[in-house]
């Protein structure tokens, strides 16, 4: 059994930061690459940000300069750090990895959402 669980969401004006995190526990063997995704109403989910367990990193176009993904391997943490929001960023964060368990299976994993709301 292997959970992802969110923190850090909120609200916040324009302007503002806010910083998530993402903590994977339980029967874990080995942890891929850990990723940020969102999905705002009415939207298709979409990627935000990724890093690979060797640092790695990868981010959506509309986020580049102002996101920044990090990761503690020893904790089995990720991290967004998000800067100058906009209204747009407004969205439902989901963290994902695909995790390998102790007994060899390699799923995919999603965290239950956190919400980040933007005003203007």
């Known amino acids: 059994q292997v959970q992802l669980e969110e923190s850090g969401g909120g609200s916040v004006q324009a302007g503002g930061s806010l910083r998530l995190s993402c903590a994977a526990s339980g029967s874990i063997h080995i942890i891929n690459a850990m990723a940020w995704y969102r999905q705002a109403p009415g939207k298709q989910r979409e990627l935000v940000a990724v890093?690979?367990?060797?640092?790695?990193?990868d981010y959506g176009e509309s986020v580049k300069g102002r996101f920044t993904i990090s990761r503690d391997n020893a904790k089995n943490t990720v991290f967004l750090e998000m800067n100058s929001l906009k209204p747009v960023d407004t969205a439902v964060y989901y963290c994902?990895?695909?995790?390998?368990?102790?007994?060899?299976?390699?799923?995919?994993?999603w965290g239950q959402g956190t919400q980040v709301t933007v005003s203007s």
């Open positions: 890093v690979t367990p060797d640092g790695r990193i």
């Open positions: 994902h990895s695909k995790i390998q368990t102790k007994s060899g299976r390699l799923s995919d994993y």
